[in-house]
């Protein structure tokens, strides 16, 4: 069941871009049931009601807009999600009073033997509003597309662009697809780099053992996160 939840998600991830670069050519009506479809699976595998509470809802509101507007409309929606809940997990842990989450990270991947230096902690924060800043201005750049795109946009169903606006859904999914994946990997890159640079007693020993233990520790970062 898990793999084929996976394997909705993914096929959902490969064809949604397509859906909108292409635009209408037999993509969209199959990529509309593949996400509510996942979430279901994912729902009952993990018995959570806010899940499926979000796929009942997007299912309704595919039926919805498929009887009374353009359905495409719900394929710009889950980028601007996710890109605005990453922003508000950075940006959250900012405030007076909150430990930013790099910090957190820090000290669940490092462990209690390897704790972070006052430097340490400093630098983490200055990455946390890195990370915040980039998935903030992801969400304004989508947020625009998405009201200005035409045919598809939210101002152009509701009449108030030129048809021969030079933005299409294609510009979207370059940016939600394409553009932020590059934006990630490379602050990912950069930020490895200075690191290395400014603290050598790192307790891994290169990049793919970062990665391996940001993949083991992942859970437990998330459950401290939402308790936290």
């Not at 595998?45 to 495409?72: C, D, E, F, Y």
């Amino acid at each position: 069941m898990k793999i084929l939840t996976a394997g909705l998600l993914i096929a959902y991830v490969l064809l949604a871009p397509l859906a909108l670069w292409h635009g209408d050519r037999g993509y969209s009506p199959w990529v509309l049931v593949l996400l509510p479809l996942a979430l279901t699976l994912m729902a009952w595998q993990r018995r959570s009601m806010w899940i499926l509470g979000l796929a009942l809802t997007l299912s309704v509101l595919t039926l919805w807009l498929w009887q009374h507007g353009n359905p495409k409309l719900l394929l710009f929606l889950p980028p601007m999600l996710i890109h605005g809940f990453l922003a508000y997990l950075f940006g959250s842990t900012l405030r007076a009073g909150h430990e930013p989450l790099i910090v957190r990270f820090i000290r669940i991947v490092h462990g209690p033997e390897h704790p972070p230096t006052e430097l340490m902690v400093g630098y983490a924060r200055t990455v946390t509003l890195l990370w915040a800043l980039l998935f903030s201005s992801l969400l304004l750049i989508e947020t625009a597309l998405f009201a200005l795109v035409v045919p598809e946009g939210l101002l152009a169903q509701l009449g108030l662009v030129w048809s021969t606006s030079p933005l299409q859904a294609g510009h979207f999914a370059f940016v939600a697809h394409g553009l932020s994946w590059f934006a990630m990997a490379a602050l990912m890159v950069l930020e490895w780099q200075v690191r290395k640079q400014r603290f050598h007693n790192m307790p891994y020993t290169n990049f793919v053992d970062f990665i391996k233990r940001v993949i083991e520790h992942s859970p437990r970062l998330v459950k401290e996160w939402r308790h936290g």
